[in-house]
């Protein structure tokens, strides 16, 4: 039965099928507040429903005047101050011929006033009057209205990614509710007889479960708010009650370890059971034995039990599938480097191994190979922020080389 199952196939086929999968799990949309709507995916095109500015403005501190008036002022040219318009008041209608406003940044202008003059190029005396330094040009420090935006322009659209400054530029119109993808439900599973909690003493042979923390954390820093259930035992039929109740309850159940073909590794045996293997093995390094399907409502993303692996899998392929459960269409930024030094991939697989980073004051980001890069050397990981993605073919590497690095 599990000949039939797609195995050790390529990195990129692996990924074809995750957004496969995923785009045909879309759930209806919900309406948010749009306070709460940072790092939400769009589910509907925003057209601009007013202009930005929404009238022509002060970008200055200083005074407003018709620039007409400037012929008729005088050598150095001075206008009388008939007023003041602030920001939030409703505009002037018109200025007296040979007059300005004094004006505050963000203010309306008078209706036939063309120019600002800022506070600094005038000398102000006591009688009311304003002293230009200079001629200023036609239409100086004003913001004209639609000048960002323009009514009934599309600025968002579906699938797209709500950062803050688009949630700044979407209040800036007054759209106080939008619609968006719900974010996925997951459910966080670790399995071993030999974790213990941290905290716990820890009995000869036992290791702290690190994998947990990493994962809830890799998933909060999603904007997620996964569950964690409890640590899973070597039991097959323990390990089939708790995932049967986890698969009718969440839309996605992560688990770690227990999934390769050691005679403990239950999780592969449950799948093929009682739900659908989409693939199990990639050629990937570290972490080959992943395995993806699903059963009743879940998605099942099941990743090796190093953490490093755990990593590399979640980076590669988790997040990539948390993309298309949300409907974001927005590519993610692919980021390059170039080595800091050399390196030797002495194996066919696709691997992800753990680097550093280094923003140059040339404006080069390099980044140098951690050497330990076996699957369990969690420190490796640790004191690296990045996988330099090296793909399949033994070759060497030479410094200075650019090559594609996943931050994290």
Not at 269 to 286: A, E
Not at 309 to 326: E, N, R, Y
Request: proline share 8%; net charge negative; aromatic share 4%.
């Amino acid at each position: 039965m599990r000949a039939e199952i797609p195995g050790r196939i390529a990195i990129d086929e692996a990924l074809a099928i995750v957004r496969r999968v995923a785009a045909g799990r879309a759930r209806a949309a919900e309406r948010i507040a749009l306070r709460r709507a940072e790092g939400r995916v769009l589910s509907e095109d925003i057209v601009a429903p007013m202009a930005l500015p929404p009238f022509d403005n002060s970008r200055m501190d200083g005074f407003a005047l018709r620039h007409a008036d400037l012929a008729n002022a005088g050598q150095p040219p001075r206008l009388r101050i008939a007023g003041a318009q602030y920001a939030g008041a409703d505009a002037i209608a018109a200025l007296e011929p040979g007059c300005c406003v004094r004006i505050t940044t963000g203010a309306a202008l008078p209706a036939d006033a063309d120019t600002v003059v800022i506070k600094e190029d005038v000398r102000e005396d006591a009688a009311g009057w304003i002293e230009l330094a200079g001629l200023p040009e036609r239409g100086s420090d004003i913001r004209r209205a639609g000048e960002d935006v323009v009514a009934g322009e599309r600025l968002l659209g579906i699938g797209q990614v709500l950062t803050p400054a688009r949630v700044s530029l979407l209040a800036a119109l007054g759209i106080a509710e939008i619609m968006v993808a719900p974010r996925p439900t997951v459910a966080v599973f670790t399995t071993g007889d030999e974790l213990v909690e941290p905290g716990l003493p820890l009995p000869p042979g036992r290791i702290y479960n690190s994998n947990r923390d990493l994962l809830m954390g890799l998933l909060r820093q999603q904007g997620l708010e996964p569950t964690a259930w409890p640590t899973l035992p070597d039991d097959p039929e323990r390990i089939r009650s708790q995932l049967e109740d986890a698969a009718a309850a969440f839309d996605l159940v992560l688990t770690c370890g227990g999934v390769s073909a050691g005679e403990k590794d239950f999780l592969p045996d449950y799948l093929i059971s009682n739900g659908t293997v989409h693939f199990w093995k990639v050629r990937m390094k570290p972490g080959m034995p992943v395995l993806f399907g699903e059963r009743e409502r879940a998605l099942f993303l099941s990743l090796p039990g190093n953490p490093v692996s755990v990593l590399a899998t979640f980076l590669a392929l988790g997040v990539p599938l948390l993309d298309g459960l949300q409907g974001r269409t927005e590519s993610r930024q692919r980021w390059h480097a170039r080595l800091a030094a050399p390196w030797r991939k002495t194996h066919a697989r696709h691997e992800f191994l753990r680097g550093r980073l280094q923003p140059g004051m040339d404006g080069i980001l390099r980044v140098t190979p951690n050497g330990a890069d076996a699957s369990h050397r969690l420190r490796g990981a640790a004191e690296s922020d990045a996988l330099i993605v090296l793909p399949e073919g033994e070759r060497m590497y030479d410094a200075d080389e650019v090559v594609e690095i996943l931050p994290y």
